[in-house]
């Protein structure tokens, strides 16, 4: 366990050791570790004194934004609101000069009262109440130690938090799972509540204290767990509900919201009442002094803590679980389970006491919501385009955010005629379709975020995209652009050469007017030659072929320059006899294929993808048809999974396992394994070759841990692709 020690965000603080209730399911009082007998029943002014101090000491050393505290028990209210007031005092007085605090506490609800809650709004504590359900689902396990019901004192509790005065602090419901109860029921008297979150807890268990399963179902905690997310999804998710939002995080690529759920370092640390320093509670399920570190408030830094090994363990990740887990699918989501769950015959390298039923919870939420959450333009090959497109758009807005009137007096106009070209036509649209326009926006971005010396005239650049939205649009208004002279390039339309300072353009009939001064040069229809003017050419459907546009350049060979007429006919002509080939040999492929819009050449010898938007590829001008129709496919395919990756989360931890790919060697990661089937499922429908390995490929990727939802739907399509293209070939299917 190497590299520096990753601080503590979160600090369990335990104020009392004692409880009010003798709840039969509590891991700290009824699980193997007993050193509450031992401990101070309330915290001391000491103890809470050097808190504060280390916490400040953590905070600083490690220029922590925020930290959070839980007052934690025990039962914390037991402390009382003098003592209360005192850990708020010290805690705030030492922080907030150097973060900001976030104070929180957990409670059962039965001493809370308007002192407690008053107390609670002076130094915004927010309040989580533990509740297990009904009455008869609560009284299972949370009652008095004479028996009696607490039931209606927490629904007291609830609604006095409730209570406008009160309700900003309320952080929602914490509810232990006890598969003996409904689920439904359970969730309904939750939800009838109106907390503003709700939280199932499995209860602590290990390999050798399981959880109770009354039917024997190794997945019993799951079927709970799914028929309550059931009614909650059915219900349109009306609340919250942290366990369920994490899987569907995880499932989509994101983080895990949940230190009970996937892979996520740990970040919490515990004091309890004398000052001992220890790790998560949970531990004390496992056994005696499973939690203990050796160290305290008084004599220990923070950091001393996050290096122990106890601690360390539990902030590895992927390389803190066990081969078995590693080697499972869902690991991404699950984590392996809670670190505790984990224990058996004294170590903590082993698949949750839960396993099957965190795989059958993760398999079954993604089985209920892979279709309704899946990325548009993973399932709809005509959705990628206008996703493609809004992210232009988002990008264009984000400039004009950055700028924050900065911009001038000229990027205010020039903005405000984009407004009016756009609400006139859909020559905005069209431009900011033109996948290089994506190449300047992120250009003109990165040189305004990095500070970057002799900054681009921004506003005449922006005004040229106006003029040339104008001219596409036929909107019929003088478009001022500052100019020092030589070559003007109006996007998507060609390239003039006029004089400076200013050139105003003009949509004149079926061309356009550029007028410098006294100096005018017309360009009639589209790619028309004229004097002084050099069109974007077009080819077969009206693909451009842009060998003009200055942000053509990033596709990491360089683009050749300025076809001549000759040169430009030789590889229209070729281009278009490799279309047709593309449309008799793999009629499917062609017609994804015609997403390219702009096709400029290259002086490489294949396909180039670069930071466009969707649509552009880099083609050699060397070679024949066929081997420009091959380059056409396998360009598209590079440059469509891009696009996709641009909108969708395929996948996650990128590297964190190896795959050996049926092409090579050498093992890649799953980006490298997804491209490589993509491709290759796109060339099979074109040439031999190519359907074994992608074939086998996609076997690797269906089980690969890293896959999302919209990484597995992807996968899904090429293995239907592949299906067709076997049919078309007459290639029987695999045995």
């Known amino acids: 366990m190497t590299g520096p020690p990753v601080p503590f965000r979160e600090i369990v603080l335990k104020v009392h050791s004692r409880c009010d209730l003798a709840c039969d399911h509590c891991y700290i009082y009824e699980h193997a570790d007993q050193s509450w007998r031992t401990r101070p029943k309330a915290i001391s002014d000491q103890a809470i004194s050097w808190t504060a101090l280390r916490l400040a000491e953590h905070a600083t050393t490690h220029a922590l934004p925020s930290v959070t505290v839980i007052l934690h028990g025990g039962e914390p209210l037991l402390a009382g609101p003098a003592r209360l007031r005192r850990v708020c005092e010290e805690l705030t007085s030492a922080l907030a000069p150097v973060t900001a605090l976030d104070l929180r506490i957990h409670t059962n609800g039965l001493q809370l009262g308007p002192r407690f809650l008053d107390l609670f709004d002076e130094f915004g504590v927010k309040v989580g109440i533990s509740l297990d359900g009904d009455k008869a689902a609560n009284d299972r396990h949370r009652r008095f130690a004479d028996g009696r019901s607490s039931h209606p004192h927490v629904l007291r509790a609830v609604a006095l938090l409730h209570q406008e005065r009160y309700c900003h602090l309320d952080l929602g419901l914490l509810c232990t799972i006890d598969v003996a109860n409904d689920p439904v029921t359970v969730y309904d008297a939750l939800l009838a509540l109106a907390p503003p979150r709700i939280d199932f807890l499995l209860p602590h268990a290990t390999w050798e204290q399981p959880p109770p399963r009354p039917d024997g179902s190794p997945t019993a905690y799951a079927d709970w767990i799914l028929a309550a997310f059931d009614r909650w999804n059915d219900q349109g998710r009306p609340v919250p509900v942290r366990l369920f939002e994490s899987v569907l995080s995880t499932l989509s690529g994101g983080p895990s919201l949940t230190e009970s759920l996937g892979l996520a370092p740990t970040d919490l640390v515990v004091v309890e009442t004398d000052g001992t320093l220890e790790q998560v509670d949970s531990l004390k399920s496992a056994y005696e002094g499973a939690a203990a570190t050796g160290f305290d408030v008084y004599t220990h830094a923070l950091d001393e803590v996050a290096a122990h090994p106890g601690v360390r363990a539990r902030r590895l990740g992927l390389d803190g679980v066990g081969e078995t887990c590693r080697r499972c699918p869902v690991v991404r989501s699950c984590g392996g389970g809670l670190y505790t769950h984990r224990y058996r015959d004294g170590h903590f390298a082993n698949p949750s006491v839960y396993c099957a039923d965190l795989e059958a919870l993760v398999r079954g939420v993604e089985d209920r919501t892979a279709a309704a959450t899946a990325a548009p333009a993973v399932t709809d090959p005509a959705a990628l385009p206008a996703e493609q497109h809004e992210l232009t758009r988002v990008l264009l807005a984000e400039l004009h955010s950055e700028l924050a009137g900065r911009g001038g007096e000229r990027w205010a106009a020039a903005w405000e005629l984009a407004g009016t070209v756009e609400e006139r036509s859909g020559g905005l649209d069209a431009i900011l379709a033109h996948p290089y326009t994506r190449t300047w926006l992120l250009d003109c971005l990165a040189a305004l975020r990095e500070g970057r010396a002799g900054a681009p005239d921004l506003a005449g650049q922006l005004a040229r995209y106006v003029a040339a939205a104008a001219v596409r649009g036929r909107v019929d208004v003088p478009v001022r652009i500052a100019h020092p002279g030589g070559p003007l390039h109006l996007p998507t339309l060609g390239t003039a050469e006029v004089a400076g300072p200013e050139v105003v353009v003009r949509a004149t009939g079926e061309g356009l007017l550029l007028r410098a001064g006294a100096t005018e040069l017309r360009a009639g229809r589209p790619g028309e030659e004229g004097a002084g003017w050099r069109p974007v050419r077009r080819g077969a459907n009206g693909t451009a072929l842009d060998d003009l546009d200055p942000w053509r350049d990033r596709f990491g060979v360089p683009a050749a320059g300025r076809l001549t007429p000759a040169a430009a006919a030789d590889w229209t002509g070729r281009l278009e006899r490799a279309w047709a080939l593309l449309r008799e040999t793999a009629p499917g492929q062609a017609a994804r294929a015609a997403g390219l819009t702009t096709l400029t050449p290259v002086t490489g010898t294949g396909p180039a993808v670069g930071p466009h938007g969707y649509g552009a590829l880099g083609l050699p001008l060397a070679g024949g048809p066929r081997e420009l129709a091959?380059?056409?496919?396998?360009?598209?395919?590079?440059?469509?999974?891009?696009?996709?990756?641009?909108?969708?989360?395929?996948?996650?931890?990128?590297?964190?396992?190896?795959?050996?790919?049926?092409?090579?060697?050498?093992?890649?990661?799953?980006?490298?394994?997804?491209?490589?089937?993509?491709?290759?499922?796109?060339?099979?429908?074109?040439?031999?070759?190519?359907?074994?390995?992608?074939?086998?490929?996609?076997?690797?990727?269906?089980?690969?841990?890293?896959?999302?939802?919209?990484?597995?739907?992807?996968?899904?399509?090429?293995?239907?692709?592949?299906?067709?293209?076997?049919?078309?070939?007459?290639?029987?299917?695999?045995?």
């Not at 795959?659 to 890649?668: G, I």
């Not at 089937?677 to 429908?685: D, F, K, V």
Request: charged share 30%; net charge negative.
């Open 630 to 735: 091959r380059a056409l496919l396998l360009g598209h395919r590079r440059a469509r999974l891009r696009a996709l990756l641009d909108v969708a989360d395929l996948y996650a931890l990128d590297g964190a396992w190896s795959h050996r790919a049926p092409w090579q060697e050498a093992p890649v990661p799953v980006s490298a394994l997804l491209a490589g089937a993509y491709e290759r499922a796109g060339l099979a429908a074109y040439e031999d070759g190519h359907t074994e390995h992608a074939e086998r490929a996609l076997d690797l990727l269906e089980n690969a841990a890293e896959l999302t939802v919209d990484g597995k739907l992807l996968v899904a399509d090429v293995r239907k692709e592949l299906g067709q293209a076997r049919e078309r070939s007459g290639t029987p299917p695999r045995g």
